[in-house]
């Protein structure tokens, strides 16, 4: 069928036939839409042409979103189509200022029960839909090297992911802010100096505070995400540091899930860049805990490819080196106590983690004067 002709017909039609279907979770219709001339530019009309009628707005976002969930051709396509970027934040401030007259009025009835917090009203689940459908369609997007960097850079596309973060609670709209904090973290591995999202890191690390102290895996998860990203940033690792943000991460390396101890870890590499923090003896035992104390095995072959253990260990050998870990402190109290806690803290973490990720024949032959 030439999806082309859809502009003519029915558009109820189309929605109960195509779209409740939801045909586009099939890998068969996704190729096949994609190949459809126009496909993309369709769809978008049809989003600007029927932006009130929320059935259809929302069936097409998920059609949109599916489409972009594996696709780099398809996020590319859709991003140059004309009108794109402008249609999609019309809806999304459209949606969002519905939520808000939605929040403001004051709860009628008995009060709600201390152990089961009122659900949100009908209407702010409704506008939920199409957000937590919209911003899935932004964060696919984003993956693309070219639209990343283009989104990141568009002040009005930060701005309401800001807002949406700042309005909603975790407990309310839990699937949105997971979708906004993940893309959120796709805008933020680019670190272009015309990045808005970058301009505004400080905020954006405060909003985060909610999600990754909220009760939620998935929020805490995109929100380590984002906080390895921004820690790049000396102020965002002032940020952390001041609110004790720190002391949480460390907690989430006990964690059962590889995603969730590799994001804190990412966190704490970033945060051990300033001299102060000492937290590089945390992040080894971090690595060294997801290797396994087994010691080999073959595990770290599977966690960190060679390029990346090479530079591990060109690390570890360097402030293995005292002089090398310490030549930064220049008050001679201050380095007295340093000394110590590389002693007591980085030194025999690191030895253990360099000889599980060393050959045995280089670990033989390998430089060994500071060790004790």
Not at 232 to 261: A, G, P, Y
Not at 281 to 289: M, P
Not at 319 to 338: G, S, T, V
Request: glycine share 4%; charged share 25%.
């Amino acid at each position: 069928m030439d999806f082309r002709i859809l502009r003519s017909l029915d558009v109820s039609a189309f929605t109960s036939k195509y779209l409740t279907s939801k045909l586009s979770s099939y890998s068969e219709c996704r190729l096949a839409l994609a190949q459809t001339p126009d496909c993309y530019q369709l769809f978008l009309e049809l989003l600007s042409k029927h932006h009130q009628k929320q059935d259809l707005v929302v069936r097409l976002l998920f059609t949109l979103g599916n489409l972009t969930a594996k696709s780099d051709e398809a996020r590319r396509q859709l991003f140059q189509c004309e009108g794109c970027t402008g249609t999609l934040l019309q809806l999304y401030d459209s949606y969002q200022r519905r939520d808000d007259s939605a929040h403001t009025p004051t709860r009628k009835g008995p009060p709600p029960s201390p152990n089961r917090p009122p659900a949100p009203p009908a209407c702010v689940q409704e506008h939920d839909d199409v957000l937590v459908k919209l911003v899935r369609v932004l964060a696919n997007m984003c993956i693309h090297p070219a639209v990343g960097p283009a989104l990141a850079t568009n002040t009005a596309c930060i701005q309401l992911l800001m807002e949406t973060l700042e309005l909603r609670s975790v407990q309310e709209s839990e699937e949105l802010l997971v979708n906004v904090a993940a893309t959120v973290n796709n805008m933020s591995f680019y670190q272009e100096d015309s990045s808005v999202l970058r301009l505004s890191r400080l905020t954006i690390a405060k909003l985060m505070l909610k999600l990754v102290l909220s009760s939620s895996m998935d929020a805490m998860l995109e929100a380590t995400r984002v906080y390895g990203n921004l820690s790049q940033s000396k102020d965002v690792r002032d940020f952390i540091m001041q609110n004790k943000v720190h002391q949480f991460v460390v907690t989430l390396l006990d964690s059962k899930s590889t995603e969730m101890c590799f994001s804190a870890c990412g966190v704490l590499t970033n945060l051990a860049l300033d001299p102060p923090n000492r937290l590089a003896g945390q992040v080894c035992q971090a690595l060294w805990n997801m290797i396994g104390s087994g010691g080999g095995g073959g595990s770290e072959e599977k966690l960190m490819d060679t390029q990346e253990k090479e530079s591990l260990l060109e690390i570890l050998i360097t402030y293995l080196d005292e002089e090398e870990a310490l030549k930064w402190i220049e008050n001679e109290d201050l380095r007295d106590y340093h000394k110590a806690c590389w002693e007591l803290e980085f030194q025999p973490v690191a030895q253990k983690l360099m000889k599980t990720l060393q050959p045995s024949d280089r670990a033989a032959s390998q430089h060994t004067k500071t060790w004790s």
